[in-house]
């Protein structure tokens, strides 16, 4: 239980960390965000709407207790922006090598989520 209980918090808050230094320029609408997003041909107003979404889903995960099926929502909305944020990369950029700089985000984002589900079922037996 310990064992499960410190690499379901050590993923998560490193997955945290790196989802927040995504989302703290969206939120504030940064001229590198807009520049960025532009190149990947989304309009500027989606750009602080994504980093709310991040922010509350970033929350939702970090607050113990809370709600399963809040925490499954907040996953998914992760990895979906992570998905599309590759999707995006692979369609406007092509494949490239700097693209497996988002394994960075997505590894911890997996082994959070598999330990959070240890944990339940730990706490249910």
């Known amino acids: 239980m310990k064992k499960t209980k ?12 790196l989802m927040l230094a995504s989302a703290i320029p969206d939120i504030l609408n940064v001229a590198d965000a807009k520049k960025f997003m532009a190149t ?10 994504l980093g709310w979404a991040k922010l509350l889903g970033i929350i939702a995960i970090l607050v113990p207790g809370s ?9 998914a909305g992760l ?5 599309g944020a590759l999707y995006s990369n692979l ?12 394994l960075i985000w997505v590894v911890p984002g997996i ?11 730990e706490a249910s037996k």
């Open 67 to 75: 709600y399963p099926r809040i925490k499954e929502w907040a996953y």
């Open 79 to 83: 990895f979906i922006d992570l998905t």
């Open 40 to 49: 990947l041909g989304y309009p500027a107003y989606i750009i602080p709407f």
């Open 6 to 17: 410190i690499i379901f918090w050590t993923a998560t808050i490193i997955f945290a960390l």
């Open 91 to 102: 369609c406007t950029t092509g494949p490239s090598a700097g693209m497996l700089t988002m």
């Open 111 to 121: 082994v959070s989520y598999i330990y959070y589900h240890k944990r339940l079922n």
